[in-house]
C-alpha cells in the first residue's frame, strides 16, 4: 500500500502512481492519492494511471484509515455512484485515449461481462448477487476472474474497463 500526493519534487505522483502499478515486482501494489489538489481531471487521471483511491488532504484521520482498510481489500475508495459519474463525464471527453481494448472483453465469459457491467453501474458484490440470483461468493469470483483476465487492479479499474470498451 502506497500513500502518495499529486505534486511533489522531481516526479509528479501521477507518473509514479503509473510506475508503481504497472511494476509487476510488488505484485498487487495499491495506491491512494492524498492531496489538496481536488480536481476531477486529477482523480480521473489517477484512476487511469492505477490508484485504487484518491482523497483530500482535509480527510479526517478516521476516515484515512478507513480508505487504507478499503483499498487494502482491493475495493475502490470512491462511492461506487461517486466513481461512475466521475469516469461517464471524463469518458465521454472526445479527447480520451482508450487504456482498455474492447477485444480484451472477448476474453470474459457473458456471466462475468454481466458482471463487470453491474460493477460499473455501482452495484456492491450483495445487489448484484441479488439481481442474478447468486450467492455474493459466486459474484467476488466473478469479479476476480474478471480483473484478473482484464489486467484490473481493482474495482475503479473494471469500472474504467467497462465504460473505455462500451460495455456500458
Keep these: 500500500m502506497v500513500l502518495m500526493d499529486i505534486r511533489m519534487p522531481g516526479l509528479d505522483g501521477l507518473?509514479?502512481?503509473?510506475?508503481?502499478?504497472?511494476?509487476?515486482?510488488?505484485a498487487h501494489q495499491r495506491v491512494l492519492i492524498l492531496t489538496t489538489f481536488e480536481i476531477d481531471d486529477y482523480v480521473f487521471q489517477a484512476l487511469r494511471a492505477g490508484a485504487s483511491g484518491f482523497l483530500g488532504k482535509s480527510t479526517e484521520p478516521a476516515e484515512l484509515l478507513a480508505a487504507i482498510r478499503t483499498i487494502h481489500r482491493g475495493d475502490a475508495l470512491l462511492s461506487p455512484a461517486a466513481l461512475r459519474g466521475l469516469i461517464a463525464r471524463f469518458l465521454a471527453r472526445p479527447d480520451r485515449t482508450h487504456t482498455f481494448d474492447g477485444d480484451r472483453l472477448a476474453?470474459?465469459?457473458?456471466?462475468?461481462?454481466?458482471v463487470v457491467a453491474l460493477v460499473a453501474t455501482g452495484r456492491s458484490n450483495d445487489e448484484?448477487?441479488?439481481?442474478?440470483v447468486v450467492s455474493p461468493h459466486t459474484v467476488k469470483t466473478h469479479v476476480n476472474r474478471a480483473m484478473m483476465k482484464l489486467g484490473a487492479h481493482d474495482r475503479a479499474q473494471l469500472v474504467v474497463a467497462a465504460y473505455e470498451t462500451g460495455l456500458v
Design 107 to 114: 476474453g470474459l465469459t457473458e456471466r462475468e461481462r454481466e
Design 15 to 26: 507518473a509514479a502512481t503509473r510506475m508503481i502499478t504497472t511494476d509487476p515486482r510488488p
Design 128 to 132: 448484484i448477487a441479488a439481481h442474478l
